[in-house]
């Protein structure tokens, strides 16, 4: 059944922030072609320019809720805190970025640009409630990831990277697409809303389909967020890719897939025939994810690789709440307070992790035995690295100790009750890595050739990065109602 | 005023901040930046009690709510009443003070930075604690002192023994921080709630006058305040904690931190009052404490030690007001203690300062002539801790031993009144062995005896001056007086006997004037006697008298210089039997444990290696991984369904 072709209603100020951002990537590309080369370095302050123009331009456009492009994009309170979320980790982003851009020679007009197109998709992503925009918004954030991971092109480490990435995404994104097309043979529409109304009239044999479309489209979602068991590339890539660009892969993905997964998870919670059962399947994805992430992160050696296990491990705390959410509406509320909490958490010890290791990092060399000593030589940075670490830990009074604190508790009055044992104890193991970069930092002694080469100096930029992410680590887990409060 | 109380806070903590990232740079300007912020504290604290005066509050303000799960709520929120805007004048005025004093005595010293920001700190903390509107905020505020009390008695951390003493005061402290928790998490269990005026609006209704319960919270609370305001039988931490700058002596270990029990206490009466068997143990302990520190100071030789002996004992009688029912009485003390106490400890510093630091007082003598400003603060420090008519500590004490009277606990009244003849006796003592008679120092220390700077100096003139005044706030009815102070505290203080009145437990003996001047005359004649009795030993008979009375009262003489051999008790069983209990602990550590551990240790290692190998990094492999997973992902969703 084909719905009346009308022109939509178009409010410019509810499109803004994404039609604005897609300008501004694209003149940041054509200002590249014609500034002469010693100017091109503009092109990073552009981009972070442009990140704080739409997070103004967001806030007008969330003033009040909508549902611009006919439907297609809900503007709704929990896609406002994850387009800040985003856009927060595509500013810090761009900070810690520009030594790393200059060490490596990638080229700044296209690298800003590919990384203001994938917070594109990455928005879009978050604001999606139509099956086909979603797609679209997935594959705008993942080409742009895929040629970001691959940018350093001299390294063949970042090109073996972006390949593996590339190829299978491109297999995961078939996987997605299928179960789309389910969904949509099932019930007969793309948009979530449409669905979640026509679910309930599905008879039995469409009941099925949806059930498949729905497990294909979470197949997807967990390549996306490196979920075990489709986490395989993440460790690889992670290491592949320029420090920065993980960092953006290892944060905004991960809060933009979230954010999908939860519109999507919402349409279909409230059918009756999804029972508590229907999503054990997310019970065991989270325990595989928390226990495979934790345990191989602990025999890890390069700092990029360990972080990419941590992440896993978090993805798997992550899907918690959405196992939650899906299955237990009391505590719905509860639960998506603690996803959003826990994805600012995320999203800030990461960066933070990431920012030291790109200030530390010498060319093509991120081994944790490097930062042995590293108290003595940067004690500010180790400082920072310290922080970043108890806080993915989970250790008051950082975030990461008030996010786990409401996603296990979330889990308790949910009835989750040996889900959070797990969650506990997986969190156990990982202080062994954790605390294991502490231990090397302020422990060991630092090697000669580190004492005696000077370290270059950290830059201004990432230094505010590093700044800001630490103050908001401490702050924020002393007062975590600062964040959920801004609602 | 009273929508900037959060600026009392603030403004230390801030201090503390600044000068703990940038003490290196401001060097010694952080004194000035910790200085200015204290006094801004005065200024709020000021404008809270003139609001409070005229009728506003009890006023709660709400910060921000840090916890909320179900039932559990941890809100930052403060609480300003007459007891806690009180508290307030004395810390954030004595505070003011002894940072002032600090800024010339701590001169030179290694660590200047360091020190102002964990006095700082202290302030912030202690703040706190008198303000939480809660007891969640209250244990943040309780432990927040005890770690600053911690730092600064380790001040000189490269010291063995002040090392010790630090250590000494934490642990002891952690004993009773145990008992205030355990009181804490039952307070929740059984009233569901964890502000103040929750629970003790409920108080009456779901505790059984007597009963259980509140028995057990109200000993537990004491517990906490026990080793917090150092009585017995936790009291041995406090003359070690003299380790630190005396500074630091006079403001946390006299004057503010170790009365948060009392205030404790006071801030719980309601509990308290219904829990007859609690106040009377509260009695008894702090009576016995009175008494036994008293004695102890008799001897001592250290001038800080005799200080900190004594405010033991005041801290007992300040215990034994509240255990007799009369919380206020107990809070002026508190107010006038942190004055004259406050003075004392600072003339002890400038004493030893001059004294090229010394703390023997038998090496010092006829200090009087060289530093005049010193001795005349000291020696009005002494007649109002001594309890001599009209000064400051004759009306608080008095209070405490009329109340002690009239509410029946005739042999509780008798030990204060020896251990208030013994207090004027030792702290007389103190005075004649510092100030008067020959100087007993070698001859290089002799001309290095000099006056103070101002900025040390000035303190004690102010303290001084509140030390024979302060306790005009609250001349006794019976002298014709108005008790403007209890007046003042009424609303706060007298809750528990109002609760008490309605449950018709109450027997309000009656009051007779005349035998409340006879009292108060036979605790100054003992006063004068105690006085009299250190003139003829120290001024007249010295230094035969003294050396007699030492033999011919062996004894006694030891019991009192060995400190009743508290310490050595509490070495052979407790300290003694926690190593060997540690020894066996570690062998089982090392046997058990550690087998354990490295067995799940070496188990996690190799099923981590084995993921490992899954990791191969072909392509290919991802591929066949993620279509199985892909395959598992549907079918266990449909399986499931």
């Known amino acids: 059944m084909m719905s009346q072709p009308t022109v939509p209603q178009l409010f410019w100020v509810e499109v803004a922030p994404f039609v604005v951002l897609c300008i501004w990537a694209l003149a940041i590309i054509l200002a590249d072609l014609f500034l002469p080369a010693e100017r091109r370095r503009v092109a990073l302050p552009l981009g972070f320019l442009g990140v704080v123009l739409i997070a103004y331009l967001s806030i007008q456009a969330f003033e009040i809720p909508g549902n611009p492009f006919g439907g297609m994009l809900t503007l709704d309170t929990f896609a406002f805190f994850c387009i800040v979320v985003i856009l927060v980790g595509g500013g810090l982003t761009i900070l810690i970025s520009p030594r790393y851009v200059q060490r490596e020679h990638i080229p700044h007009g296209e690298y800003t640009a590919l990384l203001l197109f994938a917070m594109l998709g990455m928005i879009l992503l978050a604001v999606s409630n139509e099956l086909i925009t979603l797609l679209l918004s997935l594959e705008i954030l993942s080409l742009s990831l895929y040629i970001l991971t691959g940018i350093e092109r001299h390294n063949p480490r970042s090109s073996e990277a972006a390949l593996k990435y590339f190829l299978l995404g491109a297999f995961s994104t078939a996987f997605l697409i299928m179960g789309i097309a389910f969904l949509y043979g099932a019930t007969g529409s793309t948009f979530l809303v449409t669905i979640a109304e026509r679910l309930p009239a599905a008879g039995q044999q469409s009941a099925l389909w949806v059930f498949v479309g729905f497990g294909l489209i979470l197949a997807g979602f967990c390549f996306k967020l490196a979920l075990a068991p489709l986490h395989m590339w993440a460790p690889d890539v992670y290491e592949g890719a320029p420090t920065p660009i993980t960092a953006f892969i290892a944060t905004g993905s991960k809060v933009a897939g979230f954010a999908a997964l939860w519109h999507v998870v919402m349409s279909l919670a409230d059918w009756q025939a999804m029972t508590q059962n229907t999503f054990y399947v997310l019970w065991i994805i989270a325990v595989f994810s928390m226990v495979i992430g934790n345990f191989a992160a602990i025999v890890q050696k390069n700092i990029k690789r360990l972080l990419a296990y941590s992440s896993i491990a978090h993805s798997g705390y992550i899907l918690i709440t959405i196992l939650v959410i899906a299955s237990v509406p009391a505590v719905r509320t509860n639960a998506t307070q603690a996803l959003l909490y826990y994805l600012m958490a995320y999203m800030l010890m990461n960066l933070l992790a990431f920012g030291v290791a790109i200030a530390c990092g010498r060319k093509g060399d991120s081994n944790i035995e490097h930062y042995a000593g590293l108290a003595r030589t940067s004690p500010l940075l180790a400082a920072a690295m310290a922080l970043a670490m108890l806080s993915l830990t989970g250790v008051p009074p950082t975030v990461g100790f008030v996010g786990k604190f409401y996603i296990f508790s979330a889990a308790i009055q949910a009835g989750y009750l040996e889900l959070a044992i797990i969650g506990l104890l997986a969190s156990v193991v990982s202080a062994v890595y954790y605390l294991r970069v502490i231990v090397v930092m302020y422990m060991h002694e630092p090697s000669r050739e580190a004492a005696e080469t000077a370290r270059e100096p950290v830059g201004a930029a990432n230094s505010l990065a590093l700044l800001v992410s630490s103050v908001m680590i401490i702050l924020l887990g002393i007062f975590p109602f600062w964040f959920l409060g801004l609602k | ?641």
């Open chain 2, 1 to 641: 005023m009273l929508d900037y109380v959060w600026l009392v806070p603030f403004l230390p903590g801030c201090a503390a901040l600044v000068i703990g990232l940038f003490g290196k740079w401001l060097r010694t300007r952080s004194g000035y930046v910790a200085i200015a912020a204290m006094l801004g504290t005065i200024v709020v604290s000021l404008g809270c009690f003139w609001d409070i005066l005229h009728g506003k509050g009890p006023f709660t303000q709400h910060l921000f709510t840090w916890i909320s799960v179900g039932e559990f709520k941890a809100e930052a929120a403060l609480l300003v009443d007459q007891l806690s805007v009180v508290m307030l004048l004395v810390v954030s005025v004595v505070g003011s003070l002894v940072f002032i004093y600090s800024t010339g005595y701590m001169k030179g010293e290694r660590g200047y930075a360091r020190y102002f920001a964990q006095l700082s700190l202290f302030a912030f903390s202690m703040f706190l604690l008198v303000l939480a509107d809660n007891f969640v905020l209250m244990f943040i505020g309780w432990e927040g002192v005890g770690l600053c009390s911690y730092l600064l008695i380790g001040y000189y951390m490269d010291k063995t023994w002040a090392a010790d003493a630090g250590r000494k005061a934490f642990i002891v402290n952690r004993i009773g921080d145990f008992g205030f928790l355990l009181a804490i998490f039952l307070i929740f269990w059984t009233s569901g709630t964890l502000t103040f005026s929750g629970v003790f609006d409920q108080a009456p209704v779901i505790y059984k006058y007597g009963g259980g319960v509140v028995t057990a919270i109200t000993l537990l609370l004491f517990m906490g305040a026990v080793g917090k305001s150092a009585q017995i039988p936790l009291f041995i931490w406090l003359p070690d904690a003299m380790a630190g700058p005396t500074p630091v002596s006079a403001l946390i270990h006299a004057a503010t931190m170790v009365t948060a029990g009392v205030y404790m206490v006071v801030r719980c009466n309601v509990l308290y009052s219904l829990a007859p068997t609690s106040m009377e143990i509260v009695a008894i302990i702090g009576a016995a404490t009175a008494f036994i520190a008293a004695s102890i100071g008799i001897t001592q030789r250290d001038i800080k030690r005799v200080l900190a002996y004594s405010t033991i004992s005041q801290l007992g009688y300040m215990f034994l007001a509240l255990g007799v029912g009369a919380f206020a009485a107990g809070i002026f003390h508190i107010f006038t203690h942190a004055f004259f106490k406050g003075c004392l400890f600072l003339c002890a510093g400038c004493v030893i300062h001059a004294m090229a630091g010394d703390n023997d007082m038998f090496h010092m003598g006829g200090m009087r002539k060289q530093m005049k400003i010193t001795w005349l603060t000291y020696f009005a420090a002494t007649l109002a801790i001594s309890g001599f008519p009209l000064t400051a500590g004759f009306f608080s004490k008095d209070e405490i031993l009329w109340a002690t009277f009239r509410s029946g606990h005739l042999i509780l009244w008798l030990v204060g009144l020896v251990a208030a003849f013994m207090t004027a006796f030792y702290m007389f003592r103190s005075l004649f062995l510092t100030f008067h008679g020959e100087s007993r120092a070698p001859e290089k220390i002799k001309a290095h005896i000099h006056e103070m700077p101002r900025s040390m100096t000035f303190p004690l003139v102010v303290l001084a001056f509140f030390s024979l005044v302060a306790g005009f706030f609250s001349i006794p009815k019976v002298l014709k007086g108005s008790a403007w102070f209890e007046h003042f505290l009424h609303p706060v203080t007298n809750r528990g006997a109002e609760i008490l009145h309605e449950l018709h437990v109450a027997d309000p003996t009656p009051h007779v004037p005349e035998l409340e001047l006879l009292l108060m005359g036979a605790s100054t004649l003992i006063v004068l006697l105690g006085i009299a009795a250190a003139y003829a030993v120290y001024i007249k008979g010295w230094p035969e008298i003294p050396k007699a009375w030492a033999q011919r009262f062996g004894v006694f003489y030891k019991l009192s210089f060995h400190k009743w051999w508290w310490d050595d008790l509490y070495n052979s069983t407790f300290v003694q039997g926690t190593i060997r209990l540690a020894k066996a602990a570690w062998q089982f550590d090392i046997f058990v444990i550690d087998g354990v551990i490295n067995g799940t240790a070496f188990m996690v290692r190799s099923v981590a290696s084995r993921l490992r190998k899954l990791q191969t990094g072909q392509l290919q492999a991802y591929g066949v991984g993620m279509l199985i997973g892909i395959n598992l992902i549907v079918l266990l969703f449909l399986l499931t369904r």
